[in-house]
């Protein structure tokens, strides 16, 4: 029989309608939320045919090639720079000297030393031709142990077979170095046969261990085991072999370990090999512990005997000097604070705020009936957005702020007809006696004093003036909205306030002062050199190493500096602002007294102060210290009554910006102790009617999220009446927000 052939289905599908004009649903419907991407400058980028876009990936891949070949010479041969391992056990019953004692054992190395602790070493590897400078830091100290893992190309972790780490000691270790920032880590085991001669065992034992060596370290898959000869030998080969990891605060930077340390007419000369980008006789040092130094000369040694002559680079008239402020003479251009008289406006507290830049058109807001002309000057205008009882100082309002207006006067006068009502009724408002009054005044604020609702909440004495106390506070709406001054003329404002170094865009800045100190370098990665610095008689410490650090350009001024900040895990208590704590980022250690703030990205840059740093939260603390061209990590201490250190903190450099302004607020609260619709009574906020008239223009709000303002005061001690925009609950906190600005605290180096 033929072959016949079906198809498949007799059923045609049929176009779907196509509309000439579709309508506004039918286009979002099909779109369904897609937005079509435009280019913002209008460039057409060229596009890459297959051919280039392969040849520009091989190009790619053979630049990186290169430059890691000639970073990986710079180690090879005999005559290669050092590589710098740190050996931290993290047990007790561990030796850091038996571990590299055993590293050397097993390639058969005929010269191995009697290791201290603490102590630094260098060793030349015959086998593998290389050369390594080993640090044994003092197991007792934290700092120590730090210092020397900044600078270690490999840090050897030592784990026990048979102690179990101690999170008091091993894991803060551990976590405290993350923190930090750390090269290539390789963990080892120098007593798993010893204490397990079955294998089974090792095996169990190597596999729990290397489970909590990755909990730390994820691509750190094996540990190597000192007493199997095959397993020891690879690990000297490995660290003698591999190309360390880099760790980028440090190697953006020149820095170097100190071979011999001597002094030569009065200078203090430092031997090494130069790590990291180099240096640059132009710029400062930093010497850890002793401070900031200028360098007298530069003197580049000979690796080899047949190389050339030493040379010897001098600074010019370019080099950086060692003063940490502006000069009070310098002249300011357009990012400092320029003013004249003419730009100096009074302010709610009475004082000066200078303005920057060309005077703005004043904007046109009403102000209360009765307002005198000075104190319409001294009332920010974001305070009067919603005030009722207002007489027109302006031509032009706004539509929205009429109808607001409209509304509220709606409610204002039914309430003033049933105050009148209740009035004629004979529900007069009668003064209590002062004995009657501070009575209750006890009574009310001992029912509120565990409510945490305003943690900012501060309590007026019947005998204080609030316009005294509050003088220097100033009423604002909305925090992330008020117009701020950065210079303004305040008498707790540090005096060298206006001497700082000022950064209007650190990013930009950071990446050129960093490409300039590379384009600069006259001393490179891998140069023997001999550093002549300006510095006076020290007391080094031989057990230790001598580490020099490279500065940027700028690096040495004073500025206002930001941290993120986080508790360290396991610290469970709240940190007060101002409190002295132990910073220490990048190459430097300083005792700060942080300004605890929110991490909020207000348009104006003006943030709350946090009086307590809570468990939890991210924060941002302010102060003002030597600034850091690297979004480096920082590690936060508090010293103990007995001079030992805890980690509190952890968290990054963020940026040197003067134009953060952080501000304390301060809340007043009151008691509504008659509640008709939206006009209320409210008392013990204020103590008497002068008070009640000066704080008149300060919104009001609730707990409830209710908002109103003072409309009049009644009797002599200190009630008034006020008006929200809704009926409140008898369990509701009538409350005004104040704000004061707050200044951040100079740091100082901190010695140990």
Known sequence: MGKTSHRGTLKKEKKPFKSKHSTKGQLKNVNKGKVEKTSGNGIKLKQLSKIDRKNQARQLKDNKILETKLIRKIFEGSNGVEKIITIIPLTDDLSASEIIKKLLYSIEEPNVPDFQIPSITNIKVNRFRSNLKVIIPDPTNLLSILDATKVSDFTIFGISATSEVDPE???????ALIAQGIGSVIGVLPNLVTSYPKRNLQLDIRQSLTSFFKHFFPAEEKLFALEIENECSNCIRTICQKFPKSVNWRDNRGYMIADNVTYEENLLVVEGSVRGI??????????????????????????KQD????????????????????????????????YNDEDVGIRMDGKNYFN???????????????????????????????????ESIGDEDEEQDMEILDEMRDDIEEG???????????????????????????????????DLEFPDEIELKPTDSAKEVMKKYRGIKSL???????????????????????????KSTKNKVVKDTIKNCQVNMGNKVRMFIKAPTLNIDTSKPFIVYGLLEHEHKLGV??????????????????????AQYGPRRQIINPLFNQATNNPNNVHKLEKFHHQGNVSVATCIGPILFNNAPTIFFKQLEDGSLKLIGQGTFLNCDHSRIVVERSILTGHPVKIHKNVVTVRYMFFNPNDINWFKAVPLYTGSGRSGFIKESLGTHGYFKANFDGKLSAQDVVAMNLYKRTWPQRSVMFNQ
Not at 283 to 303: M, T, W, Y
Not at 438 to 444: A, D, G, I, V
Not at 490 to 503: F, M, T, V
């Open 416 to 450: 003033d007809e049933q105050d009148d009502n209740e009035e004629e009724d004979g529900d007069m408002f009668v003064d209590l006696t002062p004995e009657e009054e501070q009575r209750q005044l006890e009574s009310y604020r001992s029912q509120i004093k565990d």
């Open 169 to 175: 000691y091993g894991e803060t270790i551990l976590r």
């Open 561 to 582: 500096i930001n941290f993120s900040f986080q508790n360290w895990e396991g610290f469970e208590e709240s940190i007060p602002s101002n409190e002295p704590i132990i």
């Open 480 to 506: 992330a909205n008020c117009d701020w001054e950065v210079d303004e003329a305040d008498e707790e404002a540090p005096e060298e306030w206006n001497r700082l170094l000022r950064i209007s865009n650190y």
């Open 307 to 338: 190389d050339e002559m030493n040379d010897i680079i001098e600074p010019n008239e370019n080099q950086e000097t060692l003063e940490e402020l502006n000069p009070e003479e310098l002249e300011m251009d357009e990012d400092y604070f320029e």
């Open 356 to 390: 920057d830049g060309p005077q703005q058109p004043q904007r046109r807001f009403k102000l209360p009936k009765g307002t005198s002309e000075y104190q319409s000057k001294w009332l920010l205008d974001d305070v009067l957005e919603g005030v009722s009882d207002t």
């Open 278 to 303: 180099g240096f640059n006789t132009n710029n400062l040092v930093h010497l850890p512990g002793h401070g900031d130094f200028q360098i007298s000369h530069i003197e580049k040694l000979a690796r």
